[in-house]
Structure formats: C-alpha cells, structure tokens
C-alpha cells in the first residue's frame, strides 16, 4: 500500500465525520482510506487522451413541461371561503400592534 495514512488525518476525519472511533475502527479506516487512494492512483494512470469530459454519465435533458394555466382565475371561488374578506383580499387578524 503506497499511501499511508496517519493517526492524525484519521482523528481529523473523524472530528470532521463527528463520529468516535474505537482504535480498531481507527486502524481499519486507515487501512480503507490507503485503499482508496492506491485505487484512485491506479485510475489516474489510465490514458485518458482524446476521452471528452462529460459532467453526467448519463445523457441529461430537460423534463419540465410547459407552465400553462389551466385552471384560470378562480379568486371568486376562493374568497368565497373566507371567514373574512375586504377588497378582493382576505383578511387575517394584526400580528404586531
């Protein structure tokens, strides 16, 4: 394992994480983190020449439909069922005096 991680990036990381390790979990970690890393050094000898950068793995497209009105104004209706209305408004008690 090239990358060896320490004591204190382990107890950084996991105050970061909020999260209190037993010395085994600690000595774990490590050996998960070193892992980690000797495989994202593996991926970064790959030849990666004439491969485009793509921000999605997947093809991305626009799902949102059209915003079209289709109940119409219906204040009407809704003023109906107010307790109390003045204007074209409901009305509602003060909040600061």
């Known amino acids: ?3 060896e991680i320490s ?4 107890d ?5 994480a909020k999260l ?4 085994e979990e600690k ?3 490590k050996k998960d983190m070193g892992r980690m890393l000797d495989y994202i050094d593996l991926l970064n000898e790959l030849d990666t020449q004439g491969v485009e950068p793509m ?4 093809p991305v497209k626009n799902v949102f439909r059209e ?7 219906a204040k009407e209706e809704m003023l109906a069922n107010a307790p109390q209305k003045k204007d074209g408004s409901y009305m509602v008690p003060k909040t600061f005096a």
């Open 1 to 3: 394992m090239a990358n």
């Open 7 to 10: 004591d204190e990036t382990i």
């Open 12 to 16: 950084y990381v996991s105050i970061l």
């Open 20 to 23: 209190e390790l037993s010395e």
């Open 27 to 29: 000595e774990q970690a």
């Open 55 to 58: 921000s999605h793995v997947f």
């Open 67 to 73: 915003d079209i009105v289709t109940n119409g104004d």
